[in-house]
């Protein structure tokens, strides 16, 4: 499992929307997604986008997400923090209550 922090974050006094972000980038063109793989994105991103300040995924949709950032090409300096939260999301452990 994966935790993504999805708060907000400032670059050059202008708000980084990193939930809507991350949503927009699921159904990038350049992702080719079959029609099951957009319901698949769909769900996911409803997932993220009711999380709150952060999102904790199972490998298999933390593998979709870093997909979605691999594939994106023209990132600038102010996605930075953005594409280092996914890329570097830390590992966790979950256990049974």
Known sequence: MRKIDLKD???DGKPYPV???LSILLFN???KLSARDL???D???KKI???GESVILEEVDYLKVKRAIETVKGWQRGDLE???RIL???EIEVKEA
């Open 49 to 51: 986008e009711g999380a």
């Open 9 to 11: 974050y400032e670059f």
């Open 88 to 90: 570097d999301a830390p």
């Open 39 to 41: 319901i698949a994105q």
């Open 29 to 31: 063109p350049d992702l």
């Open 19 to 21: 939930t809507g972000t």
């Open 43 to 45: 769900t996911l991103a």
């Open 82 to 84: 953005f594409v280092s």
